[in-house]
């Protein structure tokens, strides 16, 4: 690995840094040496020639497509470079209701509209389902779109007909973003019946973190091309939003993702199929689901049902799920849990008592209904705004994006018009500790 092998061999020489980082390795406890910037013969995140062309071009072709860059903030900035690059100001964007934050970033930089896609809500399993082939098109019939964004798969693993949902959008000439922050294994798990890869579906742009489910390092992401045309302009935007200094860290761990998966992802996926089906085969002997194991999913997404002290028992025993919402414990399954399967077993052996605890009864969330949006997004943003009580916010325009994390997902987006509905939803998030209990309006 060309990005790893230039840092070991500057990590090895007797220097006297007089550049940054300002910690100039002299401190092991607290940064590897690992840490450099754009020294000579590291190359140049915003305009690549060298080692990082080359890396990126490793994984361009371990994906199978024409080009990838490397993100050093996350599938954020590559969701907000890929909707600039694809509609600009006044330009119309499918967006499906329950997607990630950032994607509201990328409308208020571009000042495109999004025409929002109003998903179903499933009230027993507390989750939204994915947009169907339907609903893309009448949107399409309805409106004059430029570009669509699909998320594939959702925190839970779901997901849409991506190649369907990709071939309508692309027969109207709109050209298809896929959050696939949460997917960027997929593409070695056909043997394993993981859902398919946006990559493999067509879409035009696909944004991953392999920090989520493969070996790299926090914000560490990237994003790939399907058709290289839209190269320059994602340059261009990636230019404007990434840092000038970002971390050799992430880059020599996107390298190693790209590696490790190349070589080992399909055996190990395998390997963590057996593992996960042994998990789920008791669980339902315990009958501890969540979903009725219907709709397609990533099964890596490792669910069970929420019941009383079930955190404590877990962390008791040296196992922290993901997230724990609602009527649900999420736990992520990754390559490492394939690798050494301890967690796997600590959950196995934990499974019985788990299923001892009594039920959660905390009623759903009534999800209101999708506001409008009066104005874009950039012009909301744009207006002056101020902060009130949601009491006061009924009939108001938000100027302020509402998205608890995690996971992020949209619940009021700056230029939508807050109902009672609206208002009731945020008092309800905010007893539950989820959100603070202020909102800027217009
Ligand atoms: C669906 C989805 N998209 C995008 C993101 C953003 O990814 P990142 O944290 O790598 O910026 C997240 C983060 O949780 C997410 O859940």
């Known amino acids: 690995m060309e990005l790893a092998r230039r840092l070991t061999r500057l990590a090895r020489l007797d220097r006297f840094p007089f550049h940054m980082p ?9 940064v590897p040496k690992f840490d ?3 020294l000579p013969g590291l190359d140049n995140l915003h305009n690549p020639q060298a080692a990082i062309m080359r890396a990126q071009a490793r994984v361009a072709e371990t994906y199978g497509v024409a080009r990838t860059f490397f993100l050093v903030n996350g599938s954020s900035v590559g969701l907000m470079a890929a909707i600039a690059s694809v509609v600009g100001p006044g330009d119309k964007i499918l967006v499906p209701r329950a997607s990630h934050k950032s994607v509201v970033a990328g409308l208020i930089h571009s000042g495109a509209v999004p025409v929002w896609l109003e998903q ?10 994915p947009p169907t082939a339907d609903q893309v098109a009448k949107l399409i019939a309805g409106h004059s779109l430029k570009g669509a964004l699909f998320t594939n798969p959702d925190y839970f693993g779901f997901v849409p007909d991506i190649a369907t949902l990709t071939r309508l959008c ?11 922050a949460h997917g960027a294994h997929l593409k070695f798990g056909g043997a394993v019946n993981l859902p398919v890869s946006a990559v493999d579906a067509a879409c035009d742009i696909i944004v991953q973190s392999p920090h989520k489910t493969l070996p790299a390092l926090t ?4 994003l790939h091309l399907n058709d290289g045309g839209l190269a320059a302009e994602i340059q261009h935007w990636l230019n404007l939003f990434h840092t000038t200094s970002p971390s050799y860290l992430l880059l020599a761990s996107l390298e190693f993702a790209g590696e490790y998966a190349r070589n080992h992802a399909e055996r190990l996926l395998k390997r963590l199929a057996r593992l996960e089906k042994a998990l789920s085969l008791q669980c339902r002997a ?3 689901q969540v979903f009725s194991g219907a709709a397609p999913r990533d099964w890596t997404k490792f669910t069970l049902p929420a019941r009383l002290g079930m955190e404590k028992l877990l962390r008791r025993a040296g196992v922290y ?7 649900k414990v999420l736990l992520m399954l990754t390559l490492a849990d394939a690798y050494d399967d301890a967690g796997i077993r600590a959950l196995c052996r934990l499974l019985p008592r788990l299923a001892a605890l009594s039920a959660v009864r905390r009623p ?7 506001p409008v949006q009066e104005v874009s997004p950039r012009e909301a943003w744009q207006r002056g705004g101020k902060r009130v009580g949601f009491r006061d916010a009924r009939g108001r325009i938000a100027r302020q994006v509402i998205a608890p994390y995690p996971p992020g997902t949209l619940v009021i987006v700056p230029g939508q018009r807050l109902t009672g509905e609206h208002v009731d939803f945020l008092e309800e998030l905010h007893a539950r500790k989820v959100i603070s209990r202020w909102i800027e309006v217009i």
């Not at 179903?120 to 389902?129: A, K, M, S, V």
């Not at 692309?170 to 696939?180: L, M, N, R």
């Not at 914000?219 to 990237?222: P, V």
């Open 120 to 129: 179903d809500y499933c009230i027993p399993e507390q989750r939204w389902l």
């Open 364 to 370: 759903p969330l009534a999800i209101p209904p999708l």
């Open 321 to 327: 799920p993901e997230l724990v919402q609602g009527n």
């Open 170 to 180: 692309h027969s109207a000439g709109v050209a298809v973003i896929a959050d696939e």
């Open 219 to 222: 914000q560490a992401a990237w």
């Open 22 to 30: 300002g910690h100039k390795n002299r401190f092991s406890q607290l």
């Open 36 to 38: 450099a910037t754009e």
């Open 286 to 288: 315990l009958n501890l």
